[in-house]
């Protein structure tokens, strides 16, 4: 288990405790929108160094969501009850991740194919920044072999292998960006679900005296 995820556990064990559940569900979400969030500028240069702080912020979200849903899940459920419930959550996540992925991948695939589109109408041949690319990296590919024809083909496959990367480095932005949205919805409609009590009673007040 990864060491931000067993902080998140801990420390949302003991607000749920003491605390309303859903300050708990609520925070994993926002969390996880903070993460999304963060991944929202990414370009195609990103490496793992630009990803950490995102991994470690979704790896508190997830030990904190885990525990507010579970609690969520198994309120006022018996040992009866316990097969049933957890049948019932398991398909519940299943299919939820299933819908979330396919509509996320629908949604990637179609900014693809926008953000494909428009860089190829700024990739015009007759632009001077296009045609200077396309000289120097032919040049480059020159120097390997004498075919001008082949090291301006393979100019053109290079630049066309670019184009695609950052199209798909901006789908998936767009992506991050609607999972932050959703995300940060989710978190405030957490609060139209019912309280759960908590396990910790309040202590009475001293200062309060019966009369």
């Known amino acids: 288990?990864?060491?931000?995820t067993a902080l998140g556990l801990v420390a949302a064990y003991l607000v749920a405790r003491r605390y309303d559940t859903r300050i708990v569900l609520s925070a994993g979400l926002a969390c996880f929108a903070l993460a999304s969030l963060l991944c929202s500028d990414l370009s195609?240069?990103?490496?793992?160094?630009?990803?950490?702080?995102?991994?470690?912020v979704a790896g508190v979200g997830m030990g904190?969501?885990?525990?507010?849903?579970?609690?969520?899940a198994v309120f006022g459920a018996t040992m009866q009850d316990g097969p049933t419930v957890g049948v019932v959550f398991?398909?519940?996540r299943v299919l939820g991740i299933v819908t979330g992925l396919a509509m996320l991948s629908h949604l990637l695939v179609e900014r693809e194919k926008f953000h494909s589109a428009s860089l190829v109408e700024?990739?015009?041949?007759?632009?001077p920044t296009t045609a200077q690319r396309l000289a120097t990296?032919?040049?480059a590919f020159g120097r390997f072999s004498a075919d001008t024809v082949a090291a301006q083909s393979a100019a053109t496959t290079a630049l066309g292998r670019a184009a695609s990367g950052q199209a798909f480095a901006l789908a998936f932005a767009d992506t991050f960006i609607?999972?932050?949205?959703?995300?940060?919805?989710?978190a405030v409609l957490v609060w139209a679900l019912p309280s759960i009590p908590s396990e910790i009673a309040?202590?009475?007040?001293?200062?309060?005296?019966?009369?």
């Open 137 to 139: 990296t032919a040049g």
């Open 64 to 72: 904190v969501f885990s525990v507010g849903v579970l609690r969520f």
């Open 90 to 92: 398991n398909l519940a």
């Open 44 to 56: 195609a240069d990103w490496a793992i160094d630009q990803l950490r702080t995102a991994a470690a």
């Open 202 to 211: 309040p202590r009475p007040d001293p200062r309060r005296s019966i009369v």
């Open 178 to 186: 609607v999972t932050a949205i959703v995300l940060a919805l989710g």
């Open 122 to 127: 700024s990739l015009a041949a007759t632009d």
């Open 1 to 4: 288990m990864p060491p931000w």
